[in-house]
């Protein structure tokens, strides 16, 4: 029941929801510090750097390293 309120007043659901959270706060990382992927990775949640590698290039279409090297260059 809890899933279907969610996704009724959101759209999405709840693991989908804090996916996108944790995709933008890497975002943020990524543009705000030199930090590596793994350590992107692990602030937001993720053991797994390839795993979280998948998810970001399937939110934003780019790898977090293209992600950064975009922002760097339109800075």
Do not use: H, M, W
Not at 7 to 12: L, M, Y
Not at 14 to 43: C, F, G, M, W
Request: proline content about 3%.
């Amino acid at each position: 029941r809890y899933r279907e309120v969610f996704r009724s007043i959101t759209g999405v659901s709840p693991v989908e929801y804090v996916t996108r959270l944790r995709i933008e706060r890497a975002k943020d990382i990524l543009t705000q510090n030199n930090s590596s992927v793994a350590a992107v990775a692990e602030s937001v949640g993720y053991a797994n750097r390839n795993y979280f590698q998948r998810l970001f290039r399937k939110y934003t279409g780019k790898t977090p390293g293209e992600y950064r090297n975009d922002f760097l260059k339109r800075k």
